[in-house]
């Protein structure tokens, strides 16, 4: 057994870039070749103050992580592989069905634009087949908001069925 092809099997990094977060939801509501819940995706599992939270955090400039997609070599679909409950709680706040600040609406912001301008995303884009990918979601995965062994197994099980 050697260590970088049969335990690390590294995956191609994405470059990333910076975009505003409209510009992404309207690409992707424009795109049908966008899978937001592939089949390896667990449930959503956040609750309205996590979303909300959520979204408080990238108004005031912080951290949120980047949002990776894959472009599928074989069927050249392309999936969210991380950042679905982050992303929802962008769409929804962007769509005026998720209130922050106690109550307040993305309407209700007088300076939206400026908001949107200032407040962007990091996003990267691959190009992998399905058992790099179900491995590179893994990768993403394990470290962050805990899944359930079960999440965890249900990918592992696709990645036999897919004999990766």
């Known amino acids: 057994m050697k260590w970088k092809t049969d335990i690390q099997k590294a995956i191609k990094r994405p470059k990333t870039m910076k975009i505003r977060v409209d510009r992404l939801i309207n690409r992707i509501l424009s ?26 955090h990238w108004m005031e400039g912080g951290n949120t992580g980047h ?14 592989v991380d950042g679905q409950h982050r992303l929802h709680a962008l769409m929804q706040f962007l769509r005026g069905m998720l209130p922050v600040y106690d109550g307040v609406l993305f309407t209700d912001i007088e300076d939206r634009e400026v908001m949107l301008k200032s407040c962007k995303i990091k996003v990267g ?33 696709m990645m036999r069925e897919e004999q990766c």
């Not at 819940?37 to 103050?49: A, C, G, K």
Request: charged share 25%; aromatic share 14%.
């Open 67 to 80: 949002f990776f997609f894959n472009i599928n070599q074989a069927t050249g679909m392309q999936e969210l």
């Open 31 to 56: 795109t049908p070749e966008v899978n937001l819940h592939p089949d390896y995706q667990r449930p959503l599992s956040w609750d309205d103050d996590d979303y909300s939270t959520f979204v408080e």
């Open 125 to 157: 884009v691959n190009h992998l087949n399905r058992c790099d990918t179900l491995r590179w979601y893994l990768q993403l995965n394990f470290h962050d908001k805990p899944h359930s062994e079960e999440d965890i197994l249900k990918v592992r099980n």
